[in-house]
């Protein structure tokens, strides 16, 4: 499957392929952790989240790994799909800032079958 | 259940003018969020609002300002419009303002300023 180490704008993928997408993050003091997915025209979706004191998390076909110490995350998306493609943003929630999200620069994902 | 609703979808002003965007958020919450996209700056956080009251405020000027109703309605307004207050705003709920609260997204309302 196709991976990036450092956060890059686009990623395209095969059809089942599966698809990694990392994401740095800024601020030691989040503790909380989102992965979104943004379609053309609408607003971004929640598509799994993950809190500090774990370093992974599986829902369906999507996996998210949390690395605090190089304050990194990723999202792997297994046997990726046409309909997958979209805009994916990482956000941080830093503590005592509410529900106050800081968004990564987003990566848009393309998927050829 | 109904998702969060924003309105107007897409809406065209001139500079100086002022516009006015609302946003109902999912029944049962209490907590409104909005952010701006636009393709340089990506979505940044503009102002919170909890029980009528503003929790939290991201790096914007006055001219950005909110409110919201005892419904948990919100609206955001923004005076003096300039051109680089173009964007996508959007609005966001949640059950309360704790964090690890999981945000939903309404589809946005499109300003562009002319």
């Known amino acids: 499957g196709e991976s990036v180490g450092l956060h890059l704008p686009t990623l395209s993928v095969q059809e089942g392929d599966n698809s990694i997408i990392n994401c740095a993050y800024s601020n030691s003091a989040s503790d909380y952790f989102i992965w979104y997915k943004q379609e053309s025209g609408k607003g971004p979706q929640f598509i799994i989240d993950i809190r500090s004191n774990m370093d992974k998390r599986q829902g369906q076909r999507v996996t998210v790994l949390l690395n605090k110490t190089v304050k990194h995350l990723s999202l792997q998306i297994a046997a990726t799909q046409p309909g997958d493609s979209a805009v994916y943003f990482c956000?941080?929630?830093?503590?005592?800032?509410?529900?106050?999200?800081?968004f990564g620069k987003g990566t848009t994902l393309s998927v050829s079958s | 259940k109904a998702g969060v609703t924003q309105t107007p979808r897409y809406l065209i002003k001139t500079r100086g003018q002022q516009v006015t965007l609302s946003c109902s958020p999912i029944s049962g919450h209490r907590s409104v969020s909005w952010y701006q996209q636009t393709p340089g700056q990506g979505l940044q956080f503009l102002f919170e609002y909890f029980s009528e009251t503003q929790r939290n405020k991201g790096n914007f000027p006055g001219r950005f300002s909110g409110r919201q109703f005892s419904n948990s309605r919100s609206e955001m307004n923004v005076s003096t419009l300039e051109l680089g207050d173009s964007a996508l705003y959007l609005c966001?709920?949640?059950?309360?303002?704790?964090?690890?609260?999981?945000?939903?997204f309404g589809a946005g309302s499109r300003l562009t300023v002319l």
């Open positions: 956000a941080e929630n830093p503590a005592q800032a509410g529900t106050a999200l800081i």
């Open positions: 966001a709920s949640s059950k309360d303002t704790t964090g690890a609260n999981v945000l939903t």
